[in-house]
């Protein structure tokens, strides 16, 4: 009766991983992304204050991810928009996936830079690092408009905060805490 049992459990997870991977498969992809060093002590400062408030999240870990999205605005001169979410490593795939044009680390926090490098914040250096990470793959291909359903059971837990950056002047705009 054990052995009945031990092989009908092995059937349902031999059935249930083979169906999972005919309804699409995970590919390990690598991007290349250029390593910033970081050259103003207030924006370093202001890092440090966000990762302070985020130790109080669930998903806190010594390795968190930050993402930095930097906006210029077109009708101000050299004023820019900063928006920073924080996650877990865990969603290494999301922060790749959406292509950074940079990364530094502070302490053992990887930060990525999207969109604009402000010389008053960032210099570039000659240095890049290869990251990996996993990209879904549907099982066929998708309409226009088509999403794929993709279950996962990792924490898509992070927080935001929204600054504008005026001359080495940080003014918060929003903040928001473990969503």
Excluded at 31 to 42: F, H
Aim: aromatic share 16%; hydrophobic share 40%; glycine share 2%.
């Amino acid at each position: 009766m054990k052995i009945t049992i031990k092989l009908l459990a092995l059937f349902f997870i031999f059935q249930v991983s083979s169906s999972v991977q005919a309804s699409g498969k995970w590919v390990t992809k690598k991007k290349t992304v250029p390593i910033l060093e970081c050259i103003n002590r207030d924006f370093l400062n202001l890092l440090d204050s966000i990762f302070i408030q985020d130790k109080y999240c669930p998903y806190y870990s010594d390795s968190l991810w930050l993402s930095i999205r930097i906006l210029h605005y077109p009708d101000r001169n050299e004023i820019f928009q900063l928006a920073f979410e924080t996650g877990p490593e865990s969603q290494k795939s999301i922060f790749l996936a959406n292509k950074p044009i940079g990364y530094f680390k502070i302490a053992k926090h990887i930060c990525f830079i999207y969109f604009n490098i402000p010389k008053s914040l960032f210099s570039a250096t000659k240095r890049n690092h290869i990251f990996h990470y996993k990209e879904y793959v549907p099982p066929k291909k998708l309409k226009k408009g088509e999403i794929p359903l993709i279950i996962s059971s990792d924490d898509d837990s992070f927080s935001s905060w929204i600054y504008d950056f005026n001359g080495n002047r940080f003014k918060l705009l929003e903040r928001n805490l473990c969503q």
